[in-house]
């Protein structure tokens, strides 16, 4: 009876402690000899976050939060416990945040190169416990549900008080006016309907002499479809080249023969000086002539001297009469 | 008035007189080693793997409770897997212990008590005293090691057959499955969730063993004597265990 007693007992016993062990053991998510390897991250505060907290890397749980403790230099050290198969790279940063609306909190590990931490006051926590030195990484804490919801009540105080400003704004005078206001806006809109509606005949009237319009243009575009057709026709025959070509050889002998005209033009001009400076001498000869100057002028006008010139004439004449018939008179020849 | 009064203050004094020759006995007791060493394992079989079934029908349907009432109170905003966070916490921290030393303030306490009891009244204490035998070391020091032992087993054993009968209604029973009733209780899980329970049972099962022992050896008068301390030893027992669910809670929580 005894003996049995006692296997009874350390049976019972035995499978206790294994339950409880393996329970512990499973809901603490430890695994038996594999120690994780542990990370300090260094927080100005740590919020919500305790020992026993979950570790997670891009959203999958790698860890635990080991150890929370004051730190020099008022900071806060959260040791990590993270599993030894996770390899994390770069240059972590640790963002400790609600896990939920419930509040459970957790360390998130991220890049501090990450494009993801916009939220400058993160950035600048990040910053500072960097600064720190390298022996942890630099931690920063976002705020809790709390924190939000009284930013929320805040806020919510601000649009009460807004209410009642306005409330008081819009007292039963001002209401009197914004009824009256109303009442004419909505006469003037009446109006307004009343013009639209009109404008609206206009427009379908507008609207009917554009669409005839469009039919006279659609009929237009039928004859001249057919009249491009035609030329199609006349196209593919070789006419309109032949055409092109005779036109292109008349542009060519306009061409040559502007040019010609523009040699004669440019002639003409120069002759038209020559006969301006013609006209100016004559211009000339004839006011001397009026004048009575001159050789020519006063033969015209003196009869002395045309008497005189009459005489050397005849003498001239004489003279060379003489000459034919005595030409040994007037010239000697001789040899030696 | 005030003789009532003064007879009252003198009763009180004389049980917690009483109480403290008791205690102080006891701790005597625990010098005699080689006595209490060969009785208490047969002490832990009958306080301990004896209790275990009555136990273990108690917790498994405390867990179906606990499933469906925290099913039945997280609704709306709260996600359902919560019901594992009740579950794991409820009977972990408190359910599994204090409803597992109820049962076995009755069971336990009023055994011992009508045990010794009887025995007192039937003058075999007398006995072990004429034979110079300490009783403390063959009747209580036994019994309370005993309890003190096996009770976190009991507990554990119930707290764990609690959980699986609330994680199986759960999947059965509600809209959730496996992985989110043990995500909501690995969420909360701390070391002490199980230490606490432990170590409060330990405590259960010591003062349940201890107001049994006392109870039964002031047995006086006849049958009638043991039943009122049997009664008294549930009672007391139970109330005892309330109070230092309360005291641990104060202090440790």
């Known amino acids: 009876m005894k003996r049995r007693d006692e296997l009874l007992v350390g049976f019972t016993i035995l499978f206790a402690m294994a339950v409880v062990l393996g329970g512990a053991l499973w809901l603490s998510e430890r695994q038996l000899g594999q120690s994780g390897r542990e990370y300090v991250a260094r927080f100005n505060t740590v919020g919500g976050l305790s020992a026993g907290s979950p570790v997670v890397l891009r959203g999958v749980q790698v860890g635990r939060v080991q150890e929370i403790r004051l730190a020099e230099g008022n900071w806060v050290e959260a040791v990590l416990s993270v599993y030894p198969d996770v390899v994390i790279q770069g240059s972590p940063a640790v963002i400790a945040a609600s896990a939920s609306l419930f509040g459970e909190w957790q360390a998130s590990i991220v890049s501090r190169d990450s494009p993801d931490i916009s939220d400058p006051n993160v950035l600048r926590d990040l910053e500072l416990a960097a600064a720190q030195g390298d022996d942890a990484w630099p931690g920063a804490t976002l705020p809790d549900i709390g924190q939000l919801t009284a930013q929320a009540g805040r806020i919510a105080s601000d649009i009460g008080a807004f209410s009642n400003r306005i409330q008081t704004a819009f007292n039963d005078e001002a209401v009197v006016h914004l009824q009256s206001s109303i009442r004419d806006f909505g006469q003037v809109a009446e109006r307004i309907n009343k013009f639209a509606d009109q404008q609206t005949s206009i427009l379908g009237d507008v609207a009917d002499n554009v669409r005839v319009t469009s039919n006279v243009v659609t009929s237009t575009a039928e004859v001249l479809q057919r009249i491009m057709s035609r030329l199609d026709t006349a196209t593919a025959e070789g006419e309109l080249d032949s055409i092109v070509g005779n036109a292109s050889q008349i542009s060519a002998d306009l061409r040559l023969a502007m040019a010609e005209f523009r040699d004669f033009v440019a002639m003409v001009n120069e002759n038209a000086a020559s006969f301006d400076r013609i006209i100016a001498g004559v211009d000339t000869v004839f006011s001397r002539l009026t004048e009575g100057t001159g050789t020519v002028a006063r033969l015209v006008s003196d009869s002395t001297l045309y008497v005189e010139m009459s005489l050397a004439i005849q003498e001239l004449r004489a003279l060379l009469a003489d000459i034919k018939e005595n030409p040994r008179k007037y010239f000697k020849f001789s040899v030696f | 008035m005030y003789k009532a009064l ?214 006086r008068g006849g049958a009638e004597g043991v039943g009122r301390a049997t009664t008294k030893a549930v009672v007391y027992g139970s109330a005892m265990i309330l109070v230092l669910d309360a005291v641990w809670a104060v202090t440790v929580l």
């Open chain 2, 6 to 219: 003064s007879l009252t203050v003198a009763n009180w004094l004389s049980t917690l007189g009483s109480v403290g020759h008791f205690l102080s006995d006891v701790a005597r007791s625990l010098r005699d080693v080689r006595i209490w060493t060969g009785l208490t394992v047969e002490q832990m079989r009958r306080i301990g793997v004896d209790s275990v079934p009555i136990a273990l029908f108690i917790s498994a349907f405390t867990g179906i409770v606990l499933s469906m009432q925290a099913s039945y109170t997280l609704t709306g905003a709260v996600p359902l897997y919560f019901v594992g966070t009740a579950v794991g916490k409820g009977l972990l921290l408190e359910l599994g212990p204090v409803l597992t030393g109820l049962v076995l303030a009755g069971r336990v306490g009023a055994n011992i008590a009508a045990e010794l009891g009887t025995m007192k009244v039937t003058e075999q204490v007398d006995a072990l005293e004429t034979l110079a035998y300490d009783p403390h070391s063959y009747l209580v020091v036994p019994r309370v090691i005993a309890a003190s032992v096996m009770f976190p087993i009991v507990v554990a054993m119930a707290s764990a057959l609690g959980i699986v009968t609330g994680w199986l209604t759960a999947v059965n029973m509600l809209e959730l499955s496996t992985f989110e009733f043990f995500k909501g209780i690995k969420m909360f899980y701390q070391d002490k969730d199980i230490w606490y329970g432990l170590v409060k049972s330990i405590s259960f099962g010591f003062v349940i063993a201890l107001v049994g022992c006392g109870m039964g050896l002031s047995v």
